[in-house]
């Protein structure tokens, strides 16, 4: 067996192993060697590629409003940022804005969810039932008492996109990927040793966890850390509507159920309930969540849903952090230059740059220079401390 060294190694080349990979190639003051191990090359099953690929400033938690601030400026100036040999990536951005509804009894938490939002510099607008009405006048509102539009900084992307223009930066500036499965790890003096699947070993100084709901867990039990981070499966269907509907956002529903364009149709989906959400690792797609849930929803919101035509669907898998629906973001303490970006919990695409930033940061200098992640540390888990988001998608 030969080992191969490196100074980082990131477990997972998906969007988030290859922002970090691509971010601290760019760097001026970080010359090491990167080596990013992926399972699944033709990315068919990670999260990356299957999302619904959207970015919004409508967090309750002044850190993920933060981080996706940075991420939108990031993605309206990604051919700039990500450039290969004058060719610019290009991931057809759409600031549709998001809309979230509140029945009366959540008027408040809205409320005060926008203050936050503005006071952070997002650009959303608080509408009550009748501007809501005149603004879109295709939605119902009668059991509504106000909405949260985002006018800028908020829509949809090509997320596959995004993560293809990262690692291909990353590739030109020499990051290495090697297509296989990391099956141990393990700290031997100052060193970490990653045994992969194709019979191979690496060497390294730092390793990084961005293993996604596949494999992230796993990579910690390796570590000897255990993280509340479980696969759960997610939904996306496909519908055509007949009728032209505009300025249509990405609509959340009090009832959780989204719906967004997507080319000249839609896609939409929702959350299971907590009881019906197992761990799971098929792609199945459970239909009668469009059945039973969605489409009723969606055809009392919007009237003109009544008659729609469903069209494809596919599943995914949320890396869940059952803790409190954030990501595990930097150092796990008592071990050694070991780094997770875990747990994003159904928002990691958007919280790609700002994260890739981060762990490139903590890395090259010891500390976050420019946006400080530490409260999405995983010593948060060992103190008790949860950092509740109530705008869960
Ligand atoms: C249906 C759905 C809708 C979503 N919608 C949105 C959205 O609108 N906006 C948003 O921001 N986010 C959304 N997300 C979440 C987002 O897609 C994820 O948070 C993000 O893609 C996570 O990226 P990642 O790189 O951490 O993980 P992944 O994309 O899952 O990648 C992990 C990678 O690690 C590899 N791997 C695993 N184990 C190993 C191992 N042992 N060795 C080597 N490689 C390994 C896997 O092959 C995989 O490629 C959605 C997710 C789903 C499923």
């Given at each position: 067996m030969?080992?191969?060294?490196?100074?980082?190694?990131?477990?997972?080349?998906?969007?988030?192993?290859s922002s970090i990979a691509c971010?601290?190639?760019?760097?001026s003051?970080?010359d090491?060697?990167?080596i990013?191990?992926e399972?699944?090359?033709?990315?068919?099953?990670?999260?990356?590629?299957?999302?619904a690929?959207?970015?919004?400033q409508?967090f309750?938690?002044?850190i993920n409003?933060?981080i996706s601030?940075?991420?939108?400026?990031?993605?309206?100036?990604?051919?700039?940022?990500?450039?290969?040999?004058?060719t610019?990536?290009?991931?057809?951005?759409?600031?549709?804005?998001?809309?979230?509804?509140?029945?009366?009894?959540?008027?408040?938490?809205?409320?005060?969810?926008?203050?936050?939002?503005?006071e952070?510099g997002?650009?959303i607008?608080?509408f009550?039932r009748?501007?809501?009405?005149s603004r879109?006048?295709w939605?119902?509102v009668?059991?509504?008492?106000?909405?949260?539009h985002?006018?800028?900084?908020?829509?949809w992307?090509?997320?596959?996109?995004?993560m293809?223009?990262?690692?291909?930066?990353?590739?030109s500036?020499g990051?290495?990927?090697v297509?296989a499965?990391?099956t141990?790890?393990?700290?031997?003096?100052?060193?970490w040793?990653?045994?992969?699947?194709?019979?191979?070993?690496l060497a390294?100084?730092?390793?990084?966890n961005?293993a996604g709901a596949?494999?992230g867990?796993?990579?910690?039990r390796m570590?000897g850390v255990e993280?509340?981070?479980?696969?759960?499966?997610?939904?996306?269907?496909?519908?055509?509507c007949?009728?032209?509907?505009a300025?249509f956002?990405?609509?959340?529903d009090?009832?959780?159920?989204?719906v967004?364009?997507?080319?000249?149709?839609?896609?939409?989906?929702?959350?299971?309930?907590?009881?019906?959400?197992?761990?799971?690792?098929?792609?199945?797609?459970d239909y009668?969540?469009f059945?039973e849930t969605?489409?009723?929803?969606?055809a009392?919101?919007?009237?003109?849903?009544e008659?729609?035509?469903?069209?494809?669907?596919?599943?995914g898998?949320?890396d869940?952090?059952?803790?409190?629906?954030n990501?595990?973001?930097?150092?796990?303490p008592?071990?050694e230059?070991f780094?997770?970006?875990l747990?994003?919990?159904g928002?990691?695409?958007?919280?790609?740059?700002?994260?890739?930033?981060?762990?490139?940061?903590l890395?090259a200098?010891?500390?976050?220079?420019?946006?400080?992640?530490?409260?999405l540390?995983?010593?948060?888990?060992?103190?008790n401390?949860?950092?509740l988001?109530?705008?869960?998608?």
């Amino acid at each position: 067996m030969s080992i191969e060294t490196a100074d980082v190694v990131i477990i997972g080349g998906a969007v988030m192993g290859s922002s970090i990979a691509c971010q601290l190639a760019q760097r001026s003051d970080f010359d090491g060697r990167i080596i990013v191990v992926e399972a699944d090359p033709a990315y068919e099953i990670c999260a990356s590629a299957r999302s619904a690929a959207s970015i919004r400033q409508q967090f309750s938690s002044a850190i993920n409003i933060e981080i996706s601030l940075f991420g939108i400026e990031y993605l309206r100036t990604i051919g700039e940022r990500l450039e290969v040999n004058g060719t610019k990536p290009v991931i057809d951005l759409h600031e549709g804005g998001y809309l979230f509804l509140a029945i009366p009894e959540k008027e408040d938490i809205l409320r005060s969810n926008h203050a936050l939002q503005q006071e952070l510099g997002a650009d959303i607008a608080f509408f009550d039932r009748e501007a809501l009405k005149s603004r879109f006048p295709w939605l119902n509102v009668e059991d509504i008492a106000a909405g949260c539009h985002g006018l800028s900084g908020e829509g949809w992307f090509d997320g596959y996109g995004l993560m293809q223009a990262f690692r291909r930066k990353a590739r030109s500036l020499g990051v290495t990927y090697v297509a296989a499965k990391a099956t141990e790890i393990r700290r031997e003096g100052a060193a970490w040793t990653v045994r992969m699947s194709n019979g191979e070993a690496l060497a390294c100084g730092a390793l990084v966890n961005c293993a996604g709901a596949s494999g992230g867990s796993d990579i910690c039990r390796m570590a000897g850390v255990e993280v509340p981070v479980h696969s759960r499966k997610r939904c996306v269907f496909t519908f055509d509507c007949r009728e032209t509907l505009a300025n249509f956002p990405l609509l959340i529903d009090p009832n959780g159920t989204y719906v967004r364009p997507e080319g000249t149709g839609f896609i939409c989906g929702v959350s299971p309930t907590p009881d019906e959400d197992p761990d799971s690792t098929d792609f199945d797609v459970d239909y009668s969540l469009f059945e039973e849930t969605i489409w009723p929803t969606l055809a009392t919101r919007v009237p003109a849903f009544e008659a729609v035509r469903p069209g494809q669907a596919w599943a995914g898998h949320y890396d869940m952090n059952l803790f409190d629906h954030n990501a595990f973001i930097g150092d796990v303490p008592g071990i050694e230059n070991f780094y997770l970006a875990l747990g994003f919990s159904g928002h990691g695409l958007q919280q790609a740059p700002a994260v890739g930033r981060g762990i490139a940061e903590l890395i090259a200098t010891g500390r976050y220079e420019t946006l400080d992640l530490s409260p999405l540390g995983f010593d948060r888990l060992a103190r008790n401390k949860p950092l509740l988001e109530r705008n869960v998608v």
